[in-house]
């Protein structure tokens, strides 16, 4: 359904991560070495994951259609 093909194919998400971590390493001139260049993409990863709290939007209804679809196959936790 509409809900479902436009939370997988959205690119919104991986485009805004992207231009988090380029904001990052685009103020560095040179890296040391590849592990600098590691350790800060995976520093910066992290504090972006900390923005990433808020729900994906139509989030119960897509995920009740994927239950519906693939009936049996997703584990639903409702407690």
Known sequence: T???RKMIYTTNAVEGYHRQVRKVTKTKGAFT????LLKLVYLATRRIEKKWSSPLHNWGLTVQQLAIKFEGRLKLDIN
């Open 2 to 4: 509409k809900s479902i």
């Open 33 to 36: 070495s590849d592990m600098a």
